[in-house]
């Protein structure tokens, strides 16, 4: 079992510290916070990722597509071209 990136072993070493530390019966509050929590970070991290997405889309939707004119010349593209009549000659 790999929970976060720490096996069974880890899990159930930190559950034990837990229970000296806080004792039986601050574990089920501190869970229930815990848990609380985390939904309300997740759920802060849904809408942001859903306004950030809504946002790209409109301001994709007002700008019209550019359009890259074609490469010209040896130097955008990374071909050389010839110069000379015996670079012409050499190809």
């Known amino acids: ?3 976060f990136g720490i096996g069974f072993g880890e899990v159930v070493l930190v559950l034990i510290v837990a229970l000296i530390i806080w004792g ?3 574990i089920p509050e501190i869970a229930r916070t ?3 929590t985390v939904r ?3 759920q802060a991290a ?3 990722t859903s306004q950030v997405t809504r946002e790209l889309d409109i301001e994709g939707k007002d700008k019209p ?3 890259t004119p074609p490469a010209q010349g040896g ?3 990374g071909i050389s071209q010839p110069t000379t009549q015996e670079d012409k ?3």
């Open 24 to 26: 039986p019966r601050r």
């Open 46 to 48: 849904n809408d942001f």
């Open 34 to 36: 815990l848990g609380k």
């Open 1 to 3: 079992m790999d929970f």
């Open 75 to 77: 130097e955008t593209t």
């Open 65 to 67: 597509e550019r359009k």
């Open 89 to 91: 000659t050499e190809k």
């Open 40 to 42: 309300v970070l997740r």
